[in-house]
């Protein structure tokens, strides 16, 4: 089973700042037949069902904001949210689709400062 | 729009059994998606559990495998996931969510959950 991994488990920023979170994971998610990374990150706020923010480690999904931003390939990977807005406080998680049980992060917490 | 709806959550005792259902509507049909369960204990995080594929193969996380089954009715464009065989690790939100099709990747149409709750 491939074990990820985020941090911080919480951080705080200001509003109009940068957010990052880090996740990674147990072995790479690249596959080199497609090129690809086969991450994603979720977004959860309270009450609500996540929802999904980036595929294949950096690409951003339908309507999601450009503040929204993943890097990273192999193991180590990074949302970034910029210009941080107050609708931003949720959930945070990655998932591997690389390989089934397809595990997520522990989840990171953001909150405003 | 394509639409995820889950039921059959309730209050079951140790060592009993539920059947949970995951409706879809919308422009899309079961049979050509992988359909994904995913719970989340209260207050925790996001726990992979099972997929059925297109294919109509299925694969579980560790700590149901052998007592959930899912399975699919493609004419009534609907999932289950029957639980059996539960402890108090079982209770929480179970969420059935859609792979993403064509060149995307990831859970993206979710259900709102139902709610499991195991207690004597």
């Known amino acids: 089973e491939i074990v990820m991994t985020q941090s911080p488990d919480s951080l705080a920023v200001s509003l109009g700042e940068r957010a990052t979170i880090t996740c990674t994971s147990s072995?790479?998610?690249?596959?080199?037949?497609?090129?690809?990374?086969?991450l994603a990150w979720y977004q959860q706020k309270p009450g609500h069902p996540p929802k999904l923010l980036i595929y294949?480690?950096?690409a951003r999904q339908s309507g999601v904001p450009a503040r929204f931003s993943g890097s990273g390939s192999g193991t180590d990977f990074t949302l970034t949210i910029s210009n941080l807005q107050a609708e931003d406080v949720a959930v945070y998680y990655c998932?591997?689709?690389?390989?089934?049980?397809?595990?997520f992060g522990q989840g990171t917490r953001l909150e405003i400062k | 729009d394509v639409q995820l709806e889950e039921s059959g959550g309730d209050l079951v005792q140790p060592g009993g059994s539920l059947r949970l259902s995951c409706a879809a509507s919308g422009l899309f049909s079961i049979h050509n998606t992988d359909m994904t369960w995913v719970r989340q204990a209260p207050g925790k995080g996001l726990e992979w559990v099972s997929v059925?594929?297109?294919?109509?193969?299925?694969e579980y996380a560790d700590s149901v495998k052998g007592r959930f089954v899912i399975s699919r009715d493609i004419l009534k464009n609907t999932i289950y996931l029957q639980v059996n065989s539960v402890g108090p690790e079982d209770t929480g939100i179970y969420f059935c969510?859609?792979?993403?099709?064509?060149?995307?990747?990831?859970?993206?149409?979710w259900g709102q959950g139902t709610t499991v709750t195991v207690s004597s």
């Open positions: 294949w480690a950096s």
């Open positions: 969510a859609r792979e993403a099709t064509g060149d995307t990747r990831g859970l993206d149409v």
């Open positions: 059925i594929r297109s294919s109509g193969i299925a």
């Open positions: 072995q790479s998610l690249f596959w080199s037949s497609n090129n690809k990374d086969y």
């Open positions: 998932q591997q689709h690389y390989d089934s049980p397809y595990t």
